[in-house]
């Protein structure tokens, strides 16, 4: 694969793998919430402290994590607008790429897009990071005031799961910009992962060019000018806000998704170089075809009731293929 495999991905990915067996079924998810609950406050606090939450709410994740009353779910109860999976955030971080759009749309306003993921969590492409999730607060941070969220009216909560599948695609797609009539299969840049997820899941009547480069400024178009997305700013603010309040809690309560997708990276690869392996051993004449068949079948069968495949995992027929593609036969 692109990306070097280090220690600490290892490490994060046992320990992901660990959490996921605790909580697989709703029994054993139970029995893991009951067992953080008795947990002594020590423990708990050192493992607020190994996720990064300050001092000062500390308090707050301890109460979190026995399931007690606390600020963080009041305020989140409180709320009458939340952010729905697929929602565009557009936003100005560089002033002057900005302007420079304004050659493709005269009033031109955004220099980056980020879509929801899930919850308060994006999925964006950047510079020296490519495609990757960050909590919202990380998204909006140093980017000027008049940041916006746009809404297709065709997008609902019945879409959810298939976006959700969707935007893991591309993640850790590597970030470039490269003239191309068409769209970008191995690099993503901000705006043009917003198409290909809008184009992958098959949403009629977006208005998003399919033909040249896209830019920030085609989404300013689409949300000033197009029937079908709807500015939902005002109804989401109070929810940024919150967000913005909470930028410690939300990072470790996104931890669990993150490294999550993360691990079923990694399974996969793992799987691919094991597909490599056996098709070695079996041109070495070290096991039967017979025995190399079974074991292939056996992966296919593992693959092809998972909910994710990535863009840089190839998959033959008999799996996965696509974000779009229901895990069902």
């Not at 989404?219 to 700013?233: E, G, K, M, S």
């Not at 292939?296 to 994710?308: D, G, K, T």
Request: charged share 25%; hydrophobic share 40%; proline share 5%.
């Amino acid at each position: 694969m692109a990306q070097q495999y280090t220690i600490r991905d290892a490490a994060r990915n046992l320990a992901a793998a660990d959490l996921f067996r605790k909580i697989s079924t709703e029994e054993k998810a139970a029995k893991f919430a009951e067992e953080l609950q008795n947990m002594p406050d020590a423990m708990l606090q050192t493992m607020a402290r190994m996720s990064g939450i300050p001092a000062h709410q500390t308090a707050l994740h301890l109460a979190m994590m026995r399931g007690q009353e606390n600020e963080f779910s009041r305020g989140l109860n409180a709320l009458d607008g939340w952010f729905q999976t697929g929602d565009l955030i557009l936003m100005t971080g560089n002033l002057a790429l900005a302007q420079a759009q304004k050659a493709l749309y005269k009033d031109a306003r955004s220099s980056h897009v980020a879509i929801v993921h899930a919850d308060f969590i994006c999925i964006d492409a950047i510079p020296k990071v490519g495609a990757s999730n960050r909590v919202i607060p990380d998204v909006l941070a140093d980017v000027e005031p008049g940041w916006r969220v746009i809404r297709h009216t065709s997008v609902g909560p019945e879409n959810t799961d298939h976006i959700m599948r969707a935007c893991s695609f591309y993640l850790a797609q590597p970030y470039k910009i490269l003239p191309s009539k068409k769209s970008a299969k191995k690099f993503a840049y901000c705006s043009e992962l917003a198409r290909k997820v809008y184009r992958d899941i098959g949403v009629a009547g977006t208005g998003i060019p399919d033909d040249r480069i896209i830019a920030p400024a085609h989404f300013d178009r689409l949300a000033d000018h197009h029937p079908n997305w709807v500015d939902v700013t005002d109804s989401l603010r109070p929810a940024v806000e919150f967000c913005q309040k909470y930028p410690e809690i939300l990072r470790a309560t996104a931890k669990m998704f993150i490294d999550g997708l993360k691990l079923n990276r990694r399974r996969f690869e793992e799987r691919t170089e094991l597909l490599a392996k056996i098709r070695d051993l079996t041109k070495a004449g070290k096991i039967s075809k017979e025995d190399a068949q079974d074991a292939v079948a056996q992966i296919r069968e593992i693959e092809h009731n998972m909910n994710h495949t990535f863009w840089d995992v190839p998959r033959k027929a008999g799996g996965f293929n696509g974000p779009g593609e229901d895990k069902t036969a």
